[in-house]
């Protein structure tokens, strides 16, 4: 149900917010690519709480806090937490993209999937990881 996959992105937005927040104090040299993408994420947010909304669902709340899948207390490990993010992000929008028959949501999600894997792609060459891009952004990987 598209609903439920919409509560799945919705919840991926909360976290990505969550990140960007955590993150800002060690990524100073790429400020304003932190600023850009925490924007991008509480206006997605924020239009996924909407979506919801009109369709008579409650929007999930965020979570106290969030795991980043290693501690944040350097620059490179604040990159490595945007890239989880973002990769959580496009799989979780790919998820509406692959559950729905509304033509208005897929554009949406396809917008918010393609979104953040270009900001998955620039963290990785900030980064230096490989690949730098993802062919399928939001699958499984390996």
């Given at each position: 149900?598209?609903?439920?996959?919409?509560?799945?992105?919705?919840?991926?937005?909360?976290?990505?917010?969550?990140?960007?927040?955590?993150?800002?104090?060690?990524?100073?040299?790429?400020?304003?690519?932190?600023?850009?993408?925490?924007?991008?994420?509480?206006?997605?947010?924020?239009?996924?709480?909407?979506?919801?909304?009109?369709?008579?669902?409650?929007?999930?709340?965020?979570?106290?806090?969030?795991?980043?899948?290693?501690?944040?207390?350097?620059?490179?490990?604040?990159?490595?937490?945007?890239?989880?993010?973002?990769?959580?992000?496009?799989?979780?929008?790919?998820?509406?993209?692959?559950?729905?028959?509304?033509?208005?949501?897929?554009?949406?999600?396809?917008?918010?999937?393609?979104?953040s894997a270009i900001?998955?792609t620039r963290w990785?060459?900030?980064?230096?990881?490989?690949?730098?891009?993802?062919?399928?952004?939001?699958?499984?990987?390996?």
């Amino acid at each position: 149900m598209s609903v439920d996959a919409v509560q799945d992105a919705l919840a991926a937005e909360h976290a990505a917010v969550w990140t960007y927040g955590l993150v800002s104090a060690f990524v100073e040299q790429q400020a304003a690519a932190v600023a850009e993408g925490a924007l991008a994420h509480r206006s997605r947010r924020d239009v996924t709480e909407r979506w919801l909304r009109d369709k008579s669902a409650t929007p999930r709340p965020p979570a106290p806090a969030y795991l980043p899948p290693a501690p944040v207390d350097s620059a490179a490990s604040a990159i490595a937490a945007l890239i989880a993010v973002e990769t959580d992000a496009c799989v979780a929008w790919r998820g509406v993209v692959e559950r729905t028959e509304d033509a208005e949501l897929r554009k949406s999600a396809l917008d918010a999937l393609t979104t953040s894997a270009i900001r998955a792609t620039r963290w990785r060459r900030i980064a230096g990881v490989t690949p730098i891009s993802i062919t399928l952004p939001g699958t499984a990987v390996g």
